[in-house]
């Protein structure tokens, strides 16, 4: 880990706990820009690399959680399909807060209130790292992608949308 001292958030607790490694890495964040895309210039990292925590609801399964690149866009109907719901919408705004305890901007997959099915995109195979929101707005960690998945239970599948 870096040596720079953060607050450690309660994703990077839980990692901690689980003996797995991370890398914390801080950034500017601005009220009016909470979008991922901005993370990596922050960071030096590639877009690649950062991912976004998005949260949905299923007809049948009630919250999910879809873990993908910055640069690339949910694809409903195949978080739907993978999920085994019949359809999936995002969840609203104000319900993310109770649903996970992180704020937009903030949303980290590690250490929601409850587990949650979790769903991170194909393109995280093949990478030696990926980044995902520490819990905090202005915080990230960097881990191995299968440390990911396993920490998460998470399925990776094919979420999101084909590039134009």
Known sequence: ?????????????????????????????????LDARHVGPEIDRPDEIIFKTLLAT????????????????????????VSQNKKVEMLPLKDLEKTTGYIRGGCSPIGMKHQLPTYIDGHVEGLDEVIVSAGQRGLQVGLKPADLVAFTEALVEDITMAHL
């Open 58 to 81: 299923g007809d049948k399964t009630g919250p999910i959680v879809a873990v993908i690149p910055s640069y690339l866009s949910i694809d409903l109907k195949k978080l739907a399909q």
């Open 1 to 33: 880990m870096g040596s720079k001292k953060h607050k450690k958030t309660n994703a990077m607790r839980l990692l901690t706990q689980g003996g797995v490694d991370y890398e914390v890495y801080t950034y500017r964040w601005k009220e009016d820009d």
